[in-house]
């Protein structure tokens, strides 16, 4: 990924759930989103599209096409490739500790890469050095 000099945001798929699925602390997620659209680089994983229809589609399948259409409107999905990967995957075997997931890395990765601050839901991601994290 190359850094640009423009802020950036990284939104996590806990982040965009807890949106659309108006849970505690949405306001939050909102707000953010609402005032970055536009004068900041929005940005999320590939990998989010398919946390998205995994875990919206459980509930209600006909609502996750609307859900990834809507996040497409204001967010950048960025695909990653076999570089990200080993980086992704050195940065899980560094923070074994904080039992990251492969999406979790992916994530966090594209925040570092873009020095960008991320937004989630999961308090064990400011344990990582490298990441600048706001949980929401």
């Known amino acids: 990924m190359t850094k640009e000099g423009k802020n950036s ?9 807890k949106l659309l699925k108006n849970e505690a602390g949405h306001e939050s ?26 875990s919206v589609g459980r509930s209600d399948l006909k609502a996750t096409a609307s859900a990834v259409s809507y996040f497409e409107e204001v967010l950048k999905f960025v695909p990653q490739d ?15 500790h904080l039992g ?7 994530i966090i990765q594209l925040g570092i890469d873009n020095a960008a601050e991320i937004i989630t839901c999961d308090k064990a991601w400011l344990g990582v050095k490298e990441a600048k994290v706001r949980v929401v």
């Open 9 to 17: 945001l990284v939104f996590d798929t806990s982040a965009m759930l």
């Open 29 to 54: 997620v909102s707000t953010i989103l609402a005032s970055a659209v536009g004068r900041t680089r929005c940005l999320a994983s590939i990998l989010s599209i398919h946390e998205l229809v995994w």
């Open 82 to 96: 076999s570089k990200d990967a080993v980086n992704s995957a050195n940065l899980r075997l560094r923070y074994r």
């Open 100 to 106: 990251l997931s492969s999406a979790d890395a992916f």
